[in-house]
Nanobody, 124 residues
Framework: QVQLVESGVGLVQAGGSLRLSCAAS????????MGWYRQAPGKDREFVGA????????YYLDSVKGRFLISRDNAKNTVYLQMNSLKPEDTADYCC?????????????????WGKGTLVTVSS
């Protein structure tokens, strides 16, 4: 059974950093593009960023560019979301997803696999 499991739940002060991990059992992992999404209370889920299967290409939500960095380790079947200079408005439930289509990853729907999410709270 395919699983995506996020880790790195945390409470951090504004200006701080946090790294989320998403361990995937999809195989072959390098064939799957990976995306990160977040949903704040009372808001729709939004695309945060994505990384191609090879790791050569990344895409980001404008509001996180320069602060967040997505990377992956295909040997460990894991994708990471490094979040720096965190702001209270970054508070949300963050989840990862996997799909063979980067178009779908960037749109955030119709994806093959989703994680359950992990909560990130940024205090002011």
């Amino acid at each position: 059974q395919v699983q995506l499991v996020e880790s790195g739940v945390g409470l951090v002060q504004a200006g701080g950093s946090l790294r989320l991990s998403c361990a995937a059992s999809v195989l072959p992992f390098s064939s799957y593009h990976m995306g990160w999404y977040r949903q704040a209370p009372g808001k729709d889920r939004e695309f945060v960023g994505a990384i191609s299967g090879s790791g050569d290409n990344t895409y980001y939500l404008d509001s996180v560019k320069g602060r967040f960095l997505i990377s992956r380790d295909n040997a460990k079947n894991t994708v990471y979301l490094q979040m720096n200079s965190l702001k209270p408005e970054d508070t949300a439930d963050y989840c990862c997803a996997a799909d063979r289509s980067m178009n779908l990853i960037r749109r955030g729907y119709g994806l093959d696999y989703w994680g359950k999410g992990t909560l990130v709270t940024v205090s002011s």
